[in-house]
């Protein structure tokens, strides 16, 4: 058996695991190094493994499950469900912890803190406290020994990945980059400072919202000074989860309230996606509160998602594309953002032109108001992936970010959609994405671009006459499935050659049938048609071949 982790235990431990499962290709890779083709069984079973491995795995199929680029929608809501059954460390080890990480004892430097967790997940749990000013606080501490669970966790993933990657399986999924992705997000998840600059990001962000009134909206302030890669201090917000709100509390009517702070949630993460580029990546009801004063709570900004200006732009074209219905924009979109799954393997654009066009047909008598965008979307990378092309990870987090968003909303408030949100900002969002947010700094920068031109143009159009007159000027072209054409004339003109020669096999076997008299002759001429006679049958058949391949 291959000693793939330290604790051999552990090995043995997941190997059980696997063969209680029957997930018979993972077992062989783990003790024989090496699988028959890679399988990966039933969503069902597949959450059932990684909840039996632990908490670090359940981290790793909710990592998974922010990857619809990757895996067919079945297993991205198979594992979006997916929670780690742990219960609360006990509070003298909680307490041995926080006395190293403050410095201090806890009662020097809160006035009363729970003892009983709110909250436990697999690598934190929460306390309530309160300060010595009388201010409630929420206090998430990590679970004591969980480094080294993670550390031994993330060397089996690395070595597990070493050996797949020399697989086509591997190698058509880049194993290796996924394992130190989600390495990394492992990593991150433990180190909490992440967080709270996570946290306070995200505060002053939604503080400038154009969109809505940044007054109703919380996001928790973070106590820096009492906060450490270990424990994160954040104010404590009265609430409940927005599905468990009693509207009317504010005086309005209840259905108006529900309205109106639906609709405030989709404009809050719609100024994340389009404007900010940075956005919480799982906004799920329990993430999203409803205040004791009506307004709106933004909680555990553990896992962010970042867009750049260019994919910004890219996105905002993709959901334009999907309105109208234009399978061949969607399909130049594509090819923007994503890659080839197989460096050495061609992308057959009119196949994914027609998938998205046979997708897209099904919106066609659907009105705008019942069109879902993240399932939509999640099509569109569905229908990539089938055609060997991988998008950016954070192509994908959107993606579930969204979906999260869209099935809250729809739960709290069914008559909420968010293209109806999308519409009276798509003026605004035209204007940045053209002007930017400084018009005079837009406007600068694009008279320096045109000077820049102006200046090299001159001389590039020199050296372009220079080459043209020397002729020493070449093209390279790359034409895509340029091979398959160049493998069929190939082939025609080798069974064209082929013919010929049967051919004057048989005219030669016929003149020297006519005019030979000697035996000799006539040998060589019954050597000729059978030569002739084998090459046209294996000819014969070659052709027959070929066109049932077709």
């Known amino acids: 058996m291959i000693a793939l982790v330290s604790s051999a235990a552990r090995q043995r431990e997941i190997v059980e695991v696997l063969i209680r499962h029957g997930w018979d290709y993972m077992r062989q890779v783990l003790t024989l190094g090496r699988g028959d083709e890679p399988e990966i069984p039933a969503p069902e079973i597949l959450c059932n493994i990684l909840t039996d491995l632990g908490p670090v795995y359940v981290k790793l199929g909710q990592l998974l499950s922010t990857r619809p680029d990757l895996l067919p929608p079945s297993y991205i809501e198979a594992l979006s469900h997916l929670q780690a059954n742990v219960p609360p460390v006990d509070w003298e080890a909680i307490d041995v912890l926080l006395r190293r990480e403050l410095g201090q004892p806890p009662e020097a430097v809160f006035a009363t803190i729970s003892q009983q ?110 906060s450490s890669k270990k424990i994160l201090v954040l104010e404590w917000l009265d609430g409940v989860p927005i599905l468990q709100a009693q509207l009317g509390k504010t005086g309005q009517n209840p259905e108006v309230e529900r309205h109106a702070l639906t609709s405030l949630a989709f404009r809050v993460f719609l100024q994340q996606y389009l404007v900010d580029g940075f956005f919480h990546a799982d906004p799920h009801p329990g993430n999203l509160y409803y205040l004791d004063d009506g307004r709106l709570g933004l909680l555990d900004c553990g896992m962010m998602g970042v867009l750049n200006p260019r994919m910004q732009s890219i996105m905002v074209e993709l959901v334009l594309a999907i309105v109208d219905l234009d399978p061949d924009r969607c399909a130049q ?218």
């Open 117 to 226: 967790a709110i909250a436990a997940g697999s690598i934190a749990q929460t306390h309530k406290a309160l300060l010595k000013n009388g201010q409630p606080v929420a206090v998430k501490i990590q679970r004591p020994g969980i480094e080294a669970v993670v550390a031994q966790d993330i060397a089996l993933f690395r070595q597990i990945a070493s050996l797949l990657s020399a697989t086509d399986f591997g190698r058509r999924y880049n194993i290796l980059a996924l394992a130190e992705e989600f390495s990394l997000s492992l990593r991150n998840e433990l180190d909490f400072t992440q967080e709270a600059n996570y946290t306070e990001q995200l505060r002053q962000n939604l503080s400038r919202g154009r969109w809505y009134d940044p007054s109703r909206v919380v996001v928790p302030k973070v106590y820096r000074e009492l």
């Open 333 to 550: 979109l594509t090819l923007q953002l994503a890659e080839p799954m197989e460096i050495n393997q061609p992308i057959n654009i009119a196949r994914l032109q027609n998938d998205y066009d046979r997708l897209l047909r099904r919106y066609y008598n659907i009105s705008l108001s019942n069109l879902n965008l993240s399932e939509a979307i999640s099509q569109i990378l569905e229908a990539a992936r089938l055609n060997n092309l991988r998008w950016p990870s954070n192509v994908g987090l959107l993606t579930k970010s969204l979906a999260n968003l869209e099935g809250a909303g729809r739960e709290f408030d069914p008559s909420i959609n968010i293209m109806q949100e999308v519409r009276p900002l798509m003026i605004d969002l035209f204007r940045r994405q053209l002007m930017g947010t400084d018009f005079t700094q837009s406007a600068l920068r694009t008279a320096l671009e045109f000077k820049q031109l102006s200046l090299e143009s001159p001389r590039q159009l020199g050296f372009l006459l220079n080459r043209l007159s020397s002729e020493t000027l070449k093209f390279n072209l790359v034409i895509q499935d340029l091979n398959a054409l160049r493998k069929t004339v190939d082939d025609a003109a080798n069974r064209r050659s082929f013919s010929t020669v049967v051919g004057s096999l048989i005219i030669g076997a016929a003149i020297i049938s006519a005019g030979g008299q000697t035996s000799q002759l006539q040998l060589i001429s019954n050597i000729l048609f059978a030569a002739a006679s084998l090459l046209g049958l294996w000819l014969i058949v070659t052709i027959l071949r070929s066109r049932q391949s077709d």
